[in-house]
């Protein structure tokens, strides 16, 4: 569906002559467009929920990624999220567009940040300092789709104090990303602590048994605490979506 | 914290001498009284929530779920879910308590179920036959926790049609429990479709390289969709709980 | 076997003193002669099939490349293909010899494309834009021993109404190969939807539980679609050759 | 679309309302219906294509098998092919249904085998004589869906000759099916010496570092020998599935 | 060095003829002695130390297990302590010797339990009550050895509070055996408390991606707490011994 | 709990107004002040103890890295321990903090090296010579803690005699760190050599099956020895850290 | 080659016909009969070489182990090994040949041993008790294949004195075979002692992180002494064959 | 022993004070001496059996490997082989002694091959050209311990004939080296094939599920064939070694 057709579906709906659920049935099955030959494009969420639209960097040109931005801008959009964006990349855009390039989470953001609308607090917790990239990714994410975020980061389970003193926050939130990597225990201390949701993210931090994450993904996996899943190793965006999708439910 | 002091902490917060926001803080912070010497029982759950209790069967002698159930019976709790219930102790405890086992799920409830509160409707598909064992434990967990649950059994995604054919209690669920083993693709696939969270949970179901489920685990924790998270293997009351976590909140 | 000693058998054949199946299998037993001290070339294939003769770039030097290549079509090759080439290799033998590069794939062509002579269409499909190189390698190998192709790129699960508004493409194969990172689930969902053999080809793609492309192989040997068979990680070559062999069956 | 609708459009083709395409089209489309609360059982392949229908009886109770049978039968199947079919469940079903069980594959076929129709001979090899049962399995599948099949048992690679002497039967092959557990060479050996696509099964036979089958498995996928790819372990049905594909290709 | 040998060493110490030092250098350097020809015995550890003998009872006949027990008695030990023992065996060997049969642990003692005589407390804690046979046998092995052994049973990390209402058993503890399963935090949490070394012991309790106790033995090889060492999965006796030897350090 | 507070503190206990024991519960209960908005560090261990802190130079900036040393150095603290350094964040600390550098074991050690006050000798003996940088780490951490430490290098069980020519440094151990990668085999044959605990350190030197360190870690883990426990591949910090903690044991 | 032709072969041979080189050749190309429909046996080894044929017992019924046997002997073999031989099928067996049964070792030899014409002697060594069935297997199979052998039995590498007590063994051996489990550092020790050849074979015993024998078997692979090379898990007749070929080479 | 201990034992030996015997067994039993501090090097193989001594390049810097080269040939070895040497190394060394490079497989020799004097022929044989690096470690470590070598590369399974047109060179080897990547075949199929001793060694050629010579390695552990054992991945040193231990047996 391109964007002419977009506008005569709506006008339809307009004038009555199209149900609003069959427009929207409509918007879910035809979701995308292709720019290039290179990428097919998914317009439907931002048109329906007026979020920002991602582009996942890793393994694009910076020439495709520019290309990519500009033709969301250019449907519509006001913001577009890029995770995973090198440095030079990121330099590459900012000559074009106007990037709000983040290097510690290798985020980047063209135009403004949404005003959060979600229902209550995303709360991003990390194990160590090492984590912190892997929050910030999901922190901007969270951010970038409507969301208040709160960060509480080192507070890792071998000086269960640090956590202990942020219990109001964990107590008030409605949803928690809980990163960490090594032993992977903070979303089972968590877990136990809170009432919400907790999102496990599980990073490449540590050595030799840590198996490039492998280790704080299993036991992640292995969490005695309820309410508490996990996504895959390194993936703040996948957490930070996830909780921002819960966080807006009505 | 045992019953006695319950009720005193009760009686100090109708009398207005203790806050409710102090006395909440307190029952989340005790949360666990001991029961003969091998478990400590956690009641606060309950108590906050009106919800049903849970006994994870697997590795108890009968004696010992009996027991803990009729602890928790007398502590005030309406009902007991247990999971992990093989025949023989469902048959033991039968004769004591009345017990409803469901010899699919492996799951017993003692007491009526709750009339369900939750939000909205939490859906609970399968790829194939051969995973509604762990499906059922997900949807009797979510039942128990006072959930109204949709099963969509069967439609794995080498018959795409079947999917698609239910396409409008996938759009309408408020979160969504995925269960598949081999492949693991169901969650992708859902993921893609939905615009609510997504459970997934693999199984261990198949033979050679599904490696007692790993296959669908590392597939699902791959999965390109957003808004999909993972438990572990056969976890399916891990789904449900997580499901009726979300499904609840305001 | 040099090629005096063939010219020699192919001459006893046109006089009667060999018979014709006695020469057909004397070229298959005795199938590769030496070039240099580094390599024994198979030239049977081609000289009976009239097909180009292939080169596994990785691990050869620049000059063996050239060597072997210079070896092939002297022997009466019209054509070579080159896979795994890097671009330096590549440049030093476009000055020697008419290479055709293609830097996507990392394969070259010398000499020209033969017409296809396969039976139908070979279907490439990717799930996402990262599997196009493995894609295009299967892609260009089917072409240059004398396939149709008709590539559906980034055509992934988690949108799948991207690959059901192929579904002709996807009917009309005679033989398709399926492409794909991180959960790998395309070819199951292409194998329930055709007719046809599914090739499937896991890749690298992805990062943390994909394992270097060890989660999406799992997931496609778990296939419960019928008709699917897996090559190793990333062997576009290997998918290509299978799938033109099957496609040149009479 | 239950049979019914099914007779109903055939007839609208029979009088030229509905074209041939769409009718075809609309039958890949809808291919299941429901049996009982347990099964969706897929009837367009049998219809279409004349073959028997497939039930994979691991983790089934005897009475579906039965019940699923009977289904298939009253819905015009000619013959029904079940895999993973224990003998006590093969007992049962022969009481009520003309079944004809083979112990050493664990397969059952109700009804006549058909007339191979193929386009050529499927050759199924093993390595030992412990792989028998798998290529068993494979063999039989390919016979129910109407296929000749030759059997090379126990011509492992530790023993060369044993291969060699068959080299006839290899040749003429029109595609071959390569079982093998323990160093699972034997696809590897034979795709050097045939023309045609080589199916490899690996099989769970050995101990130790055989891993249950992953090392023939890993051996397998790394093949050096082209027109190879590979199913899951044990999984003969597959093979013969695939095999049978591939031979009925016009 | 059989008994008589032993005499005349030690009555050569007592003449002065033999230096104290060289006859302990002797007694380790010779330190066994066969019984029967399956089993070498290791005296010398209760000679010198006066602590008892240990058999590791699993893959011994019970026959067996009863002549080491009655050559070790013999040979001047007053207390054996046999781990890994079958109820069987247990029962058998109890006709013959006073044996005290954990069945628990699967442990079971000879002779009276020595007198504690190490420097300080040995803390046993569990995750859960699955963890506390892997726990008893670590606890019986310490107090077979001579120590004083406090239980904390329970207090994994998904309650915390379970875990710090016990902070003064943590903090007087002069070593520390923390055991768990599934995540395996516990001993990260509890290395973070406490002043004195942790061991840390992975149990094979849970299922799915636990891996048999791999998931919490990774988890414990991680921690983030410095003070933990790690003993191999539900190995309670390797665990009970290292910290006997600890708390013995003069 | 910052500076001043903790000044108030003391003074509280030196007028008699605080319990010692009370202090130092409170000491160990808030162990940390936060610097800059990227670490927590924790001050109370270099307090009470006398020792100095340690900080993980891996993933840090040579920037952080010099605040959290000048931090701690304002804090009172007299020496300081830097791990995993590399030599450029060195030469950067070495123009503004007296550094004392060990390129071959990366460590950093800023102050004077504490007088020796454990209660005996810590031995850290190595398979083989690329084994020293790890054996290193333990080494000076051990010093740097305040210990004594025997350096027994290149004595791997290969030439066992090479290790039985140190009996006397084995048998007068009060504690004893077993560093070795490949089969590591040498904390079996020292676990039964010596009296002491022994911590095994499993390197990463070595190719193939040597996994990255996983075959030694394994070994380790199946040492048939008691009295050995195990810590990270590499993790030579972790063994001098736990080897101090037993030798500082009352 | 059946009987018959073997004779002629023979005549031939003896009147001059043939030459021995030209006979030899022949024997080995064409080295195998068909016995029923489920085996090909080899009979060259023991015609050229007067040794013992072997059957690998499991997964063989106790019918075809006896016909596989009775065959053996009809065609002129002396004496017939069986390995893996479960009491069940070996009281068959002992029915109707004259069997001589090792329960431990799972080894039936029918038939004389021969007497040893090895070169020298072939010493089995195990670490512990519990590798000894594994160890049996080798050493019967070198027996019967000729060779006299010195069985060193529980000289595991935590009491090194064990082994060092028969250094007169070690040195003395043509080729040794050394046995163990859990850490597997048997023949790296003896490796570094002798100056012949050693077989090392990792055995399943043990629990946890042996992870069924992988320990073992990484730790012997890694070995670093010089002349160790590795047989699977357990297979103790690989070993004993291996170390026979290597005792009876001129 | 240093040199001058040494002179003084041969002395006394001359004169007959020590049997030769006894002289052996201190050589035996005293191997090793210092070279500054960094490594004990190893001389009695070198003393006793006229054979070049071996330094193993890889983590050692040029700096140590000239000094031990100098100290071996100053104790009186005619040549020195060193392994793994970077071009850098050898270049450097090069400039101080007569070292002979082999940049293929990164060997080195200092000092005359020494005459074969091993009893037969060593086989080294490649599946292809890709193993040829450690095919050559294998083989210029065999030439330099005394053996004649026979080089067979580029042999692979998948194309037997280029094997069975070598079949005189493996009949008439004493001892075979094979070694193949990827599927790992080679062994099974020489093993097969020959009647003396096969050293299988698998080296890192490949990609994806080749898992860096993983495959190859478990490959040949599940070998059928009898008389085969294995080496480390890319060990072709140990090959070698192995090979010319078992070549000069008496």
Chains 1, 2, 3, 4, 5, 6, 7, 8 share one sequence.
Do not use: W
């Not at 918007?27 to 996942?56: N, S, T, W």
């Not at 063209?110 to 929050?135: C, M, Q, R």
């Not at 198996?211 to 965006?237: E, Q």
């Amino acid at each position: 569906m391109n964007k002419q057709e977009l506008m005569e579906l709506l006008k339809s709906v307009a004038s009555g002559d199209t149900l609003v659920e069959d427009a929207a049935l409509k918007l879910k099955m035809q979701p995308f467009v292709e720019i290039g030959d290179y990428a097919k494009v998914d317009f439907h969420r931002g048109i329906r929920q007026g979020v920002p639209e991602v582009i996942y960097g890793a393994g694009k040109t910076k020439e495709h990624i520019l290309d990519i931005s500009r033709a969301m801008l250019s449907n519509g959009q006001k913001s577009v999220l890029i995770t995973r964006l090198c440095p030079e990349a990121a330099a590459f855009i900012k000559k074009e567009l106007p990037l709000d390039y983040n290097e510690l989470s290798k985020t980047g953001v063209i135009g403004p940040l949404p005003e959060p609308d979600g229902k209550g607090t995303v709360v991003v917790a990390t194990g160590g300092t090492s984590d912190i990239p892997v929050a910030e990714e999901a922190a901007v994410t969270a951010e970038v789709l409507g969301n208040s975020v709160t960060r509480l980061y080192d507070v890792g389970v071998s000086g269960i104090h640090r956590l202990l003193s942020h219990m109001e926050d964990i107590m008030s939130a409605r949803v928690i990303v809980a990163v960490a990597g090594m032993e992977g225990a903070l979303p089972s201390v968590i877990g136990g602590l809170a009432d919400c949701p907790v999102i496990a993210v599980p990073t490449s931090v540590g050595y030799g048994a840590s198996l490039g994450g492998v280790a704080a993904l299993l036991s992640m996996l292995n969490s005695c605490a309820s309410g508490v899943s996990v996504v895959n190793i390194d993936n703040g965006f996948g957490a930070g979506y996830m909780a921002s999708m819960i966080n807006h439910l009505e």
